[in-house]
């Protein structure tokens, strides 16, 4: 499995830090500061929806 760093993750003090792991067809996310802890794991159009309603709820810098 191959993990990478979200690109909102960069920079700050790395408290809201999160991973990704394409697992076709889901898509896995995990705390980058605990990688060994227990991973969330979505069909992908389940992740896409989650994404886009964060995206919504968030603020833009």
Same mark, same amino acid.
């Given at each position: 499995? #191959?993990?990478?760093?979200?690109? #909102?993750?960069?920079?700050?003090?790395?408290?809201?830090? +999160? $991973? +990704?792991? $394409?697992?076709?067809?889901?898509?896995?996310?995990?705390?980058?500061?605990? %990688?060994?802890?227990? *991973?969330?794991?979505?069909? *992908? %159009?389940?992740?896409?929806?989650?994404? $886009?309603?964060?995206? *919504?709820?968030? %603020? *833009?810098?």
């Amino acid at each position: 499995m #191959h993990w990478r760093k979200s690109t #909102h993750s960069g920079g700050g003090d790395g408290d809201t830090c +999160v $991973e +990704v792991a $394409e697992l076709h067809p889901r898509i896995a996310i995990r705390d980058s500061k605990a %990688p060994l802890r227990a *991973a969330l794991s979505f069909p *992908a %159009p389940a992740f896409t929806a989650l994404i $886009e309603h964060l995206k *919504a709820r968030t %603020p *833009a810098p």
